[in-house]
């Protein structure tokens, strides 16, 4: 069945680093791709989305670009800050005869140090 | 205006016990979602609904109801808790639409806490 895979945490970086996270996803069909964040205490918050191959999603800094030929959705940050600190999950849509759920990563912990 | 709301967000009870769960969304959303979050954060599906239609049916005890009296309500009744039912339940809702991107609103969680 369709799989998502991202790199373990914790990943721990100073104010202003950049960030990588790495997601790959296998799937049989033509999935769309999420970032989702969430806060400590908190739920989950969508980050960003891309539809189809080559699309790159975008907000409050983070960017991942949808590549197919890898699989790949990695989630980057020119600049983090402390108010970043979260869990980062990728997750890809399976649309299951029409109806869609969410397949999840296992989540990575950022830590942002001053 | 909260736009997935759930009620209660702590739920602390013993073991045998039956709960319920509320999940709530005002944003004309065709369809909800219930899904687990176990402690090591991992999250999976449990249930989806459309219009009311039970759509989507992991592989969850029967232990656990899914009840939608409308397609702006989606809630979780739970008989016979036991420890390992302990996590926090988060409720979603998506549009329902062609083509994509399917994206889905969450809401903030309840934890639930089995003694």
């Known amino acids: 069945g369709d799989s998502v895979t991202q790199m373990e945490g914790p990943v721990t970086l100073s104010e202003e680093a950049f960030l990588t996270i790495n997601c790959t996803y296998t799937a049989t069909g033509y999935p769309s791709l999420f970032w989702y964040v969430q806060y400590p205490g908190e739920g989950l918050q969508l980050l960003l989305k891309?539809?189809?191959?080559?699309d790159k999603g975008s907000n409050k800094g983070f960017e991942a670009t949808y590549r197919k030929e890898t699989t790949s959705f990695h989630l980057e940050k020119g600049s983090v800050q402390v108010s970043d600190s979260a869990v980062y999950f990728c997750a890809l849509s399976d649309r299951n005869g029409g109806y869609n759920k969410l397949i999840f990563g296992a989540g990575t912990r950022l830590a942002v140090h001053p | 205006d909260t736009a997935v709301s759930q009620t209660p967000k702590y739920l602390v009870t013993q073991m045998g016990n039956d709960k319920s769960i509320k999940c709530e969304q005002n944003l004309g959303h065709d369809t909800m979602y219930w899904y687990k979050q176990d402690s090591k954060k991992f999250l999976k599906i449990m249930f989806s609904?459309?219009?009311?239609?039970?759509?989507i049916n992991e592989t969850v005890p029967n232990r656990f109801s899914p009840k939608s009296p409308d397609k702006a309500h989606l809630n979780l009744h739970i008989n016979s808790l036991e420890l390992g039912d302990s996590a926090v339940y988060f409720c979603a809702s998506s549009p329902l639409r062609t083509g994509g991107p399917y994206e889905q609103y969450f809401g903030p969680g309840t934890r639930l806490t089995v003694t």
């Open positions: 891309a539809t189809k191959a080559d």
């Open positions: 609904y459309n219009n009311k239609e039970l759509i």
